[in-house]
């Protein structure tokens, strides 16, 4: 592990650890917390080529539903009242 892995992941566990009152401060730097952490969370999944995460039926069905949704507000005659 290099040290610029070991620096990351030890700043994600730090986020974790702090995330309960980043609230206090307000929405912003809980929504950044969520960002980075999940992020992190991808590019180890990419890195690793460990994608056994997504063979779960619950898994697949909350991507689906996201992009749904997500798909729904950009095609939405009233956009900026749906985002």
Do not use: T
Not at 37 to 55: P, R, T
């Amino acid at each position: 592990m290099s040290s610029a892995e070991y620096l990351s992941e030890k700043f994600v566990k730090f986020l974790i650890i702090i995330f309960p009152f980043l609230f206090v401060s307000g929405p912003f730097l809980p929504d950044l917390a969520c960002i980075i952490i999940g992020l992190f969370y991808f590019f180890c999944i990419i890195e690793e080529k460990n994608f056994s995460d997504f063979k779960s039926y619950i898994i697949l069905f909350l991507l689906l539903f996201f992009l749904y949704i997500n798909l729904n507000s950009i095609l939405s005659f009233y956009s900026i009242i749906s985002f």
